[in-house]
């Protein structure tokens, strides 16, 4: 996983509530054995008409936005399936974080395992983020300083300090866990004499 | 004395492997389901760093999302559907997995046939890399989804790092009217909480209403409680659980099943145990209910009308509104119940359970299905197909004009050929209404399988209560 420390860039504004990952990236893209090639069919039904056409009304297609790594938007962004194609197609577009209000449950911890960071903000906060992405202004996050600078503003965020050692490390969970492979068998042991039928 | 604690803190306390000092823990999973939208990486990524699956035993997998519903005969036209049904095959033998392929009887839903199977039990801990998993909270179960990287982490380690969620519990006090359901239940809690209500919670259901339910009730509720945010959903076991799990293949047996129902018994919230938020609703508030949006928390009773983003709280809200209207194609105003339908689908995770299939075929009986209306059966199993051509289910609804088909995902999020076109409305008895959700361009109201199958005979939304004056519901 490649670590994240600190980034400054073009923040796509996407001011909408409930962005679901089926939106993010639909189900026809699913069937794919592979985590790569996604970001090109990201938002597909937002970002393409039917006919595959790119729209262009919206934001990423159009520059600067088209090679932004930040995307900001309303909350609640990512409800819905739990596939983690769609930090897959965000990371693959370019994206290394999104900046939200709130986040559902499971995306959230998605982008972890993928290097994306994702902040939560106040949403007046988010508002202050999104008029200075509108209007094309780069925008920085500091993770070891758990500070968004957004013009001549900074806001501080909330950040797990694990989940955060592993973001600025790129530190791979499962190697994390297999060193405590021992204590996982003596968990083993100890639960199949008191529960044998589990 | 002890801490009074909450089902869920039980189920936590008896998973730790390992707490760390900031608090995160090493959680132990007891069973993993696995199918093969969400697997493949997963194995491809043991298969690159040289792991193994540490516990094939506790690992049960299923082709689901992109199996055809049609004839099977030719297998799966796709290429890509097929090379990743092909795929799932091929992991489960290099990694010893227990498969139900698309040829086994015991093929299905994986949320469905896990407990079908028995392979769901009272507190245990059950993931799958489907967000539907919290199904399985029905059995007091601690069941949620998580995502690729999550699902080699459960196959190379068989724990998850995680910290505890807050809690939450939902009450539902007296007694459903007739022809109100668990699915109108569940629309009215997420109408009540919102769509984030439960976001960082898991929520116990709990009350007369749903103690009264039946297992498939209960699971439709849990099934839906990430469409109100929350990973997982729970119900305390009680004897309709232990009736249900009896004798099913993968249930204790003998002195084992003794010692299982008297652990299961312990599996309740103690007296006086605390919860971050309790929520309370009277049974005798909830209609019969179906959303009009694109959100799940977008529901009105069949009786109401499409509401005004006039009325909408903030700006954002009215904004997100307005872009379901328009998605919707639907006019402030206008009744529910003259909102006609294209096509209906019947099956899902949520609605998909032999309960589920006797409530349409109960309101469908020596019916027909509206001449405008396509309206599609998929059950969510081999063995519930199975059953339901035994009891003459498939025979009412096929002489109703309902079509028959084989078990999967299906139209829920069209995975396979079973979409919607543009435009097109449906009443689904699914789980999520987004846009594009089930097709492109396609707009999806939920409902429960009796309003579902009201609508396909009248041809329109319409209140199931009309159909069935005095009839009791199975399926509550």
């Not at chain 2, 004839?71 to 795929?87: C, Y």
């Not at chain 2, 003259?338 to 309960?355: H, L, Q, Y």
Request: hydrophobic share 40%; glycine share 10%; aromatic share 6%.
């Amino acid at each position: 996983m490649k670590p994240f420390t600190k980034l400054t860039a073009i923040a796509a504004p996407l001011p909408l509530m409930n962005v679901d990952t089926d939106m993010i990236i639909p189900k026809q893209f699913l069937r794919t054995i592979k985590r790569t090639g996604l970001g090109q069919s990201l938002f597909n039904d937002m970002r393409y008409d039917e006919s595959g056409k790119p729209k262009a009304d919206f934001v990423l297609n159009r520059a600067p936005y088209d090679h932004a790594e930040i995307l900001v938007a309303g909350e609640n962004f990512g409800c819905g399936s739990s596939r983690e194609h769609a930090p897959w197609a965000l990371l693959d577009f370019g994206f290394r974080c999104v900046i939200a209000p709130s986040y559902a449950d499971i995306f959230y911890n998605n982008c972890f395992k993928n290097g994306i960071l994702p902040v939560i903000l106040k949403q007046e906060q988010v508002d202050a983020v999104m008029e200075d992405a509108q209007a094309g202004l780069d925008v920085t996050v500091d993770l070891p300083a758990q500070i968004v600078r957004s013009g001549n503003r900074e806001f501080k965020f909330d950040m797990d300090p694990f989940r955060k050692r592993c973001l600025i490390n790129g530190l791979d969970d499962i190697g994390l866990t297999l060193e405590k492979a021992g204590t996982i068998t003596e968990y083993e042991n100890r639960i199949g004499a008191e529960r044998s039928w589990v | 004395m002890a801490k009074p604690r909450t089902l869920y803190e039980k189920i936590w306390d008896d998973h730790i492997v390992h707490r760390a000092e900031d608090g995160t823990c090493l959680i132990y999973i007891d069973r993993h389901l696995v199918h093969e939208v969400t697997s493949p990486q997963a194995f491809e990524g043991l298969r690159m760093a040289g792991r193994k699956v540490r516990s094939p035993e506790r690992t049960l997998a299923t082709a689901d999302h992109n199996v055809p519903t049609a004839n099977r005969a030719h297998g799966i036209a796709d290429p890509e559907s097929r090379l990743q049904v092909q795929t799932l095959s091929e992991n489960c033998k290099e990694f010893c997995v227990t498969l139900y392929g698309m040829d086994d009887k015991r093929q299905g839903i994986v949320h469905i046939i896990g407990p079908e199977q028995g392979f769901t039990q009272p507190g245990m801990t059950i993931v799958c890399g489907d967000s539907h998993t919290s199904t399985h909270g029905a059995f007091g179960a601690l069941a949620f989804g998580i995502g690729t990287s999550e699902v080699e982490h459960v196959l190379a380690t068989q724990t998850l790092i995680m910290k505890p969620a807050k809690t939450m519990r939902i009450t539902v006090n007296g007694a459903l009217q007739d022809g109100v359901t668990a699915k109108d239940m569940i629309l009215a809690i997420i109408g009540k909480i919102g769509t984030a209500g439960g976001t960082g919670y898991v929520i116990e259901y709990a009350g007369d209403a749903v103690r009264g339910l039946s297992m498939a009730g209960r699971m439709t509720m849990c099934n839906m409680s990430i469409e109100a945010g929350a990973r997982a959903g729970l119900i305390a076991p009680d004897e309709t659980t232990f009736a249900y799990l009896k004798g099913r293949p993968f249930a204790p047996k003998g002195a084992d099943w003794d010692k299982a129902v008297a652990y299961w018994k312990t599996l309740q919230s103690d007296a006086g145990a605390a919860y971050d938020k309790d929520v309370v609703l009277n049974a005798a508030d909830i209609a019969p209910t179906v959303t009009w949006g694109t959100s799940p928390e977008d529901v009105v009773p069949i009786t109401g009308i499409v509401p005004d983003p006039k009325d909408a709280a903030d700006a954002n809200k009215r904004a997100a509104m307005e872009r379901a209207l328009e998605y919707m194609g639907l006019t402030p105003g206008t009744k529910m119940t003259d909102i006609p339908v294209d096509v209906v689908f019947i099956g899902s995770c949520t609605n998909a359970r032999i309960e589920d299939l006797r409530e349409v075929a109960r309101v469908a009986e020596g019916k027909k299905v509206a001449a405008n209306v396509r309206a599609m059966v998929v059950p969510g199993s081999g063995l519930v197909k199975e059953q339901a051509e035994a009891e003459g289910i498939a025979t009412t609804l096929i002489a109703a004009g309902f079509e028959w088909r084989e078990p999967g995902c299906s139209m829920c999020l069209g995975m396979n050929e079973d979409q919607l076109k543009p435009g097109q409305r449906c009443a689904s008895t699914s789980n999520r209404n987004f846009e594009g959700r089930q097709g492109r361009g396609g707009r999806t109201h939920l409902l429960s399988p009796a309003m579902a199958a009201a609508a396909a005979i009248a041809g329109k939304l319409s209140d199931v209560r009309d159909f069935t004056k005095g009839a009791k519901s199975d399926a509550a």
